[in-house]
């Protein structure tokens, strides 16, 4: 499925072009590929959980911020990746990507973008950092375990 036509391209080779407006709404999303479903993971201490979110918070703002040119202060746990700082399909496509990378996993992004698309999920669910952390430690642990 083709991706939905963004309000921001970039140009190859160009300097990194001004914000992207904030959207105001939940844009669809269009993804291909299959990406592997992780199980719920065993549950630790509340204390060790909020390391864990904390410590992968930090990493996944660092990418954020890396990745897509947005100032690393106004990345905040209940920052939502499209609505509060205006990421569009294919940068997010990017940070995914990276993230995959930095911590060893698979996103299920196709799994979750069509969860929200068909409804039967908020975008809060996935796209708002401090759950998407947790969703990041859940396919940790399903992996170490």
């Known amino acids: ?67 897509s040119e947005i100032d690393r202060a106004e990345i905040t746990p209940e920052s939502h990746t499209i609505d509060d700082l205006g990421i569009d399909s294919l940068d997010f496509l990017d940070i995914v990507f990276a993230i995959d990378k930095e911590f060893g996993i698979k996103i299920p992004l196709e799994k979750w973008t069509q969860a929200v698309n068909d409804g039967e999920a908020p975008t809060e669910e996935y796209f708002v950092l401090k759950n998407l952390c947790a969703k990041i430690d859940e396919l940790r642990a399903a992996k170490a375990g």
């Open 1 to 67: 499925m083709p991706l939905p036509q963004e309000g921001a391209t970039r140009a190859a080779g160009n300097a990194p072009q001004a914000r992207r407006p904030r959207h105001h709404h939940s844009p669809r999303f269009a993804f291909s590929g299959e990406f592997p479903i992780a199980s719920r993971p065993n549950r630790s201490s509340r204390h060790d959980k909020d390391n864990s979110l904390s410590s992968t918070f930090d990493r996944v703002a660092d990418i954020i911020a890396e990745t």
